[in-house]
């Protein structure tokens, strides 16, 4: 349970004072529901504004407080902005100008012949100064009521500066004190101060060194949990896996082993060894072979008489590996069996008996395989596949799973930087298989301009007429799946109108066994066109498929352009991308399709992405729905990673139940950043 002395931080905004219906949904669409979400609302940047006596040249571009006495309105006709005319003590001249459509509220406002303090951003139009909707007008002994330094803050429709200002304020108000959860000695070279004090500070002046802190929280809590993981895992009593080989001896594989599979395989054999269970994350760019690591580890717990299971986050994938690992174990005697959510009825009550009396070895499927419902006999390796498209809870419900807690193997296509594995997986260790299977040709990308379409048709048209096949992914529409849906449709009605029955679409509305018959039609070549929401992005295989378009790619993030663009160049040719992209681009945009045309390496990829993106967004977490970090920006993960997890190794070597002062302050690190998970493992063992 959440100490109390936090209920006041997670209390909801709406019941702050002034906060009616219509703040909701601007609060709700800048995630901003809890008072403690407010509290840590950064400034984006400090407005400064500058006291003069006298408009000037000089000033334009500032923002400025001055004194004028409107002379004028002036209004050019029903579409034009109004303008007041109005004129400082020595009779300079300035325009203030309101766009729309109401002109009385500014007249109200602006009396001819009356002074005011106004304040706002001074610029020039043509000849003259002027001044745009200015942010402040009041009477001439109020100016010592405009600030010189305010914090403007992101906002959203609805929500403006003021309002946010008044809301911050109240949560300032409702802010306890709260004791020291900082090693003192790294407190006090930081000069760091205590926590409410840099909360309040983030907000009252422009202070670099209270976000500092209030980032370093963020990121030592973090890293506490993953500890806290890692330590009770460490304290688990898992079973020695040694399997004797004769299993693995028997595959028949069309190809050697890379180099960095095979030190990836012995890692994994390493930790299966030992009592504690493993927990480790398989990092390897798509098409490394990755499931042949799996099959290794899920074979070897088999030899010893154990039973495995692999997880994916779809039924499209869970499906193919049961197929793929069935072909490789074809005579071999290994139970294999496939459960999702869509198995039902008798089916699933053989295979739930299966599981409970041993017979099955290696179960598949998608996270029905781990529900209250499913008891294994003796479950000892369980394999996640694509484990960024789960959160972190998911992984952490696994190693809770069995009586005897069962290996983990966590295996993800998202090549993230070290800094950031650290940050997202930072109980677990690490293999990386950095070396793709000999023979794979790098995909040539291209960007070209949707007004080209026509001539994108007519390359489809070679391609496929050469016995190629190709997936054409539609854009993502992120407001809405009813739109991404109505946009694939009608694509693939026009690529019909010219291909008939060669075009099949899957998307995510489509009910399982539909979306699969399709797949399965591609995959035997009686489908050449794919037209695709991006459900194909997860690790579909199809190696005839080597072209690619993919529509809006302008829309899409770079990793997710890299696990796309993963699905073709799996076979012996040449492969192509095409990034049909809007006309009107932004920078990061810009940036993102140039670096997607000049390489091939996720690695990269995954340090651009990092630097091209906001906090918040980092590499996958967006698409697991898990918070990431919301104070600290990836440039202070990237500086307080290191200082962070050596400060959380510290106080758990010496304190490891967190019962001490500061052990009890680090809970409630724990608790307001939302990593409660880590208290529940310590309290429950
Ligand atoms: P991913 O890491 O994306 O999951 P897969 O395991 O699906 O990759 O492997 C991609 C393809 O590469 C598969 O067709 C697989 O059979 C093949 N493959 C895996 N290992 C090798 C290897 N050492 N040499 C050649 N091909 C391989
Ligand atoms: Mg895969």
Not at 225 to 242: C, D, E, Q, T
Not at 259 to 287: F, N, T, Y
Request: neutral net charge.
């Amino acid at each position: 349970m959440r100490p109390e002395i936090l209920n006041p931080l997670f209390g909801e905004t709406q019941s702050l004072k002034g906060v009616g219906k219509a703040l909701a949904k601007p609060l709700e669409k800048l995630r901003l529901t809890r008072v403690k979400d407010l509290l840590y609302h950064q400034p984006s940047h400090w407005m400064r504004r500058k006291r003069v006596d006298e408009l000037d040249e000089i000033d334009v571009g500032e923002t400025i407080i001055v004194e004028v006495t409107p002379v004028d309105y002036r209004s050019g006709g029903p579409r034009s902005p109004l303008r007041v005319h109005a004129t400082d003590k020595v009779g300079n001249f300035i325009s203030l100008t309101y766009f729309g459509r109401n002109t009385g509220w500014p007249k109200k406002l602006l009396p001819l012949g009356e002074p005011k303090i106004i304040s706002g951003k001074l610029e020039r139009y043509g000849d003259e100064l002027q001044m745009v909707h200015p942010d402040q007008v009041l009477e001439p002994n109020q100016v010592n009521e405009i600030a010189l330094v305010e914090p403007i803050y992101p906002l959203s429709d609805g929500l403006g500066n003021t309002r946010m200002r008044q809301l911050i304020d109240q949560t300032i108000e409702l802010a306890p004190e709260l004791p020291e959860w900082i090693e003192p000695s790294q407190l006090a070279t930081k000069k760091w101060k205590a926590w409410r004090e840099s909360a309040v500070s983030l907000h009252r002046v422009e202070g670099e060194d209270a976000s500092e802190r209030l980032a370093y929280d963020e990121i030592f809590a973090n890293q506490l949990a993953f500890m806290l993981v890692r330590a009770s895992n460490r304290s688990k009593k898992g079973v020695p896996i040694r399997g004797d080989g004769k299993l693995r001896d028997q595959l028949q594989l069309p190809f050697e082993l890379t180099g960095a599979q095979k030190r990836c395989i012995s890692e994994i054999e390493s930790d299966l060894a030992q009592a504690a269970p493993m927990l480790r994350l398989l990092q390897g760019d798509v098409g490394s072979g990755k499931t042949l690591v799996a099959l290794m580890a899920l074979l070897n717990a088999v030899e010893a008489g154990h039973q495995a299971a692999l997880l994916a986050p779809t039924e499209i994938l869970a499906r193919q590996h049961f197929e793929s690992l069935q072909k490789l174990l074809t005579g071999m005697p290994v139970n294999l069996a496939i459960l999702t959510g869509r198995d039902k009825g008798k089916m699933r009550e053989s295979t739930l008996m299966g599981l409970a009396d041993g017979s099955i070895d290696i179960l598949i499927g998608t996270h029905a395989i781990f529900q209250e419902k499913v008891q294994y006999r003796n479950l000892a390796v369980a394999v996640i596949d694509e484990q960024h498209k789960f959160g972190v809870s998911q992984r952490l419900m696994l190693t809770q799973k069995a009586a005897l807690t069962p290996h983990l193997l966590a295996m993800t296509a998202t090549p993230i930087p070290r800094t950031l594995t650290l940050s997202q997986y930072g109980e677990m260790d690490v293999s990386r298989i950095d070396e793709l299977p000999p023979g794979r040709q790098a995909i040539e990308t291209r960007v070209i301009s949707d007004g080209r379409l026509a001539e994108v048709v007519d390359g489809l048209e070679r391609h496929i007429a050469g016995s190629g096949q190709a997936y054409w992914v539609c854009p993502l529409v992120e407001e809405s799946e009813k739109s991404d849906l109505a946009a694939a449709e009608e694509r693939a009605a026009t690529l019909r109108s010219r291909f008939g029955d060669q075009v099949g679409l899957v998307h995510g509305r489509m009910k399982g066994p539909e979306k699969d018959a399709v797949m399965e039609r591609f995959q035997s070549n009686q489908i050449k066109i794919l037209v695709a929401t991006t459900v194909i992005e997860v690790g579909v295989d199809v190696p005839n498929a080597s072209l690619m378009v993919i529509e809006a790619a302008d829309r899409f993030g770079l990793a997710q352009l890299h696990q796309l663009r993963g699905r073709v160049g799996r076979g012996s040719a040449k492969s192509n991308c095409l990034l049909l992209r809007g006309e009107a681009l932004s920078e990061t945009a810009r940036a993102r399709l140039t670096l997607m045309r000049e390489t091939n390496d996720g690695f990269r990829i995954a340090e651009e992405d990092l630097r091209l993106r906001g906090a918040g967004e980092l590499l996958g977490t967006r698409q697991s729905g898990e918070a990431g970090f919301r104070v600290a920006s990836p440039e202070q993960v990237q500086e307080f990673i290191g200082p962070a997890t050596d400060d959380a190794r510290l106080l758990l070597d010496r304190d490891g139940g967190l019962d001490s002062p500061r052990g009890q302050a680090a809970r409630l690190a724990l608790y307001l950043f939302e990593r409660d998970w880590g208290v529940s493992l310590l309290r429950s063992g």
